[in-house]
């Protein structure tokens, strides 16, 4: 199961394109509600979310994604919940991946340091000790990272190479007529 944390602000195409591709990859996707059932998008997109953050559970969790949106990475980070799941990955080895200002999150912990990871411009301060890369998406480990919207569709694929193999990813991209 993948949990994908949507909160108040969050950025629709770093939330959607996720969700979209690891589904159609087989993945079972749970969408999190961290400031309520319904969440608003950083363009006022509102969207019902599968369940609440009080209603997650750590029992065949696989991974957990955390979109961008500075407003919504700000709840994210004021959530202990989320900050406990977060934790809970790195010490059962599950994956966390994040787009945009999102690696702020695991970053502001110093669970980046040493590794390669992405983010937004001018973020980069926040990923304590993290070996910042000049591409689109990157995983080092556990941890999977995005620079931003425009990177969407490079961090899915990420995520899904990490859950289902190259192969399975390959077979989404070419799904959706996106040659990689």
């Known amino acids: 199961m993948v949990y994908v944390f ?11 394109a996720p969700i979209d591709l ?7 996707v749970v969408t999190v509600g961290v400031t309520g059932k319904t ?9 019902i979310c599968d369940i609440e953050l009080k209603d997650t559970v750590y029992e065949g969790l696989e991974m957990i994604v955390l979109p961008g949106g500075k407003i919504g990475v700000d709840h994210i980070i004021a959530s202990k919940r ?17 787009i945009c200002a999102a690696p702020s999150v695991p970053g502001l912990k110093g669970l ?10 001018g973020f980069e301060v926040k990923l304590h000790g993290a070996l910042i890369q000049d591409v689109p998406a990157v995983r080092d480990g556990i941890f999977i990272t995005g620079r931003s ?8 694929y990420e995520l899904i190479t990490a859950l289902k193999g190259e192969e399975k990813a390959k077979e989404v991209a070419g799904s959706i007529v996106w040659d990689i």
Not at 22 to 28: I, M, P, Q, V
Not at 112 to 121: I, Q, S, W
Not at 149 to 156: H, Y
């Open 112 to 121: 980046l340091d040493g590794k390669k990871a992405v983010c937004y411009p």
């Open 6 to 16: 949507l909160a108040d602000g969050f950025e629709e195409t770093e939330a959607v």
């Open 39 to 47: 969440v608003t998008s950083s363009h006022n997109i509102p969207m």
């Open 22 to 28: 690891l589904r159609r990859s087989g993945c079972e």
């Open 149 to 156: 919207a425009g990177a969407s569709l490079e961090f899915s």
């Open 82 to 98: 989320v900050g406990e799941m977060v934790d809970y990955c790195v010490e059962k080895g599950l994956f966390v991946g994040a």
